[in-house]
């Protein structure tokens, strides 16, 4: 396999890693990882192997997908620290940073 063919691989395990981490599938992510693994070790051994310059694409796309798996990371931990929070609300609606419900629907005011 040439280093075309493996950049080509690369790009669109990049576009399933986005959706995966959109959809909080954490599974997938992993799965993923692997993949990507085996597929810069492969591009490590093609001859001759690309410029720096015709990676740059690439750094900037993982990095883009390490915002947004961080990005998700935090996200999961704040319901689960506000899951945890004594007192806290585990019912449909608006929560403040506390867990209380806010009350916001027309007319009515929302204090935290």
Request: glycine share 8%.
């Amino acid at each position: 396999m040439g280093a075309e063919s493996i950049l080509l691989e690369l790009d669109a395990l990049l576009d399933e890693e986005a959706a995966a981490i959109a959809r909080a599938d954490g599974t997938a992510v992993e799965t993923i990882a692997h993949r990507k693994l085996a597929a810069v070790t492969s591009l490590g051994e093609v001859r001759p192997r690309p410029a720096p310059s015709e990676l740059a694409w690439l750094r900037r796309r993982l990095c883009e997908n390490a915002v947004r798996l961080a990005h998700a990371r935090h996200c999961l931990l704040d319901v689960v620290q506000t899951l945890r929070a004594p007192g806290a609300v585990v019912s449909s609606g608006t929560y403040g940073p506390r867990g209380q419900t806010l009350r916001g629907r027309a007319g009515m005011s929302i204090t935290v």
